[in-house]
C-alpha cells in the first residue's frame, strides 16, 4: 500500500468519526499495513463493514483481527475447501433419472423390484412373537433386516 493510500484510509476515518489526524497516525498506519499486507479492496471491505456494525473508532488492530484476518481466513478455508473436495466436481443427479437406472439395473439382473420379503409376513413368528404383518425384531427391539429363520420355514 502506498502512503497516498493511507492517506485516504485516514481520510475515511475522519470522515466517520471526526479524529484528528498527524503524520505520525499516516507513518503508524503505514507501517501496520505494510507488515500485515493490506491491499486497498481489504481495507475499503474493512472500513465498510465497520461502520455498519459499530460506530466505535476503528484502529488498527480493528482492521487487522476483526476485518481482515477473518476476510483472509473465509478465502482461505474456501479455497482449501475447493481443493480438498475438488471444485469442478459433478451436479448432483437428478432422483427420476437415478430410480430409471435402478429399475434398468433390477430388470437387467431379473429382480423384481416390487417384491420384498414383507410377503413372507402371512403369519406372526415364533421366535420373536412379531404379528401378522409386522416385521421380525431383535433382541433389542430394533427391526431386523430379514425374517427370522422359523418364521420363513413355516411358510413353505
Do not use: F
Amino acid at each position: 500500500m502506498t502512503r497516498d493510500d493511507v492517506i485516504d484510509l485516514l481520510e475515511q476515518l475522519v470522515r466517520h468519526d471526526n479524529r484528528s489526524v498527524d503524520e505520525d497516525d499516516v507513518l503508524e498506519w503505514k507501517a501496520a499495513a505494510d507488515r500485515q499486507d493490506w491491499s486497498k479492496a481489504e481495507i475499503n471491505a474493512a472500513m465498510e463493514t465497520h461502520r455498519l456494525r459499530c460506530a466505535a473508532w476503528m484502529n488498527i488492530r480493528h482492521m487487522q483481527e476483526d476485518h481482515i484476518r477473518p476476510m483472509r481466513e473465509r478465502t482461505t478455508a474456501k479455497d482449501v475447501l475447493d481443493e480438498v473436495t475438488g471444485a469442478d466436481r459433478a451436479p448432483a443427479a437428478n432422483p427420476k433419472q437415478v430410480r430409471a437406472h435402478v429399475a434398468t439395473l433390477y430388470k437387467s439382473l431379473g429382480w423384481d423390484p416390487k417384491r420384498s420379503w414383507r410377503h413372507r409376513l402371512r403369519r406372526a413368528c415364533p421366535t420373536c412373537r412379531a404379528g401378522v404383518g409386522r416385521p421380525c425384531t431383535g433382541p433389542s427391539g430394533s427391526t431386523r433386516p430379514q425374517p427370522h429363520a422359523e418364521r420363513e420355514a413355516e411358510e413353505s
